[in-house]
């Protein structure tokens, strides 16, 4: 697959996420994808696919809205790294907007591995009462 196809997969993914075709974007998800975040926080660590589809469908339920708005982009052979933010407002009232770098690594039009930095103080602050 070229860079630009790669790109496009990411792409693809986030905006089918932000429009909550779950399924769609986990069809993009090799069936032993790998997906590490930073950190830890009980979001932190190795996650396989179930527990990824079953944390954004978590995510999605406990925010009246959520989206991520995708910023750079840069693709060598099989790895795209995007820049990222994520806006929207928690069930408690609390306004999110939390920054992201992702890496993805992908093979035959798959998503395989992911490595997720964010900031895992703000995301546990949302939950915090």
Do not use: C, P
Not at 58 to 72: G, V
């Amino acid at each position: 697959m070229s860079l630009e196809d790669n790109k496009q997969i990411v792409r693809n993914y986030f905006e089918l996420i932000n429009k909550k075709e779950n399924q769609k974007a986990f069809d993009l998800l090799s069936e032993n994808v790998n997906w590490w975040i930073l950190g830890s926080t009980k979001v932190s660590g190795t996650k396989d696919k179930r527990l990824i589809t079953l944390g954004f469908k978590m995510i999605q339920r406990a925010f009246e809205h959520i989206e991520f708005i995708l910023h750079d982009f840069t693709a060598e052979e099989n790895r795209v790294a995007v820049t990222a933010e994520s806006k929207g407002k928690h069930s408690n009232g609390k306004e999110y907007n939390n920054h992201y770098h992702f890496l993805f690594i992908i093979e035959n039009g798959k998503v395989i591995k992911v490595k997720e930095y964010l900031d895992t103080e703000h995301a546990s602050w949302i939950d915090a009462k």
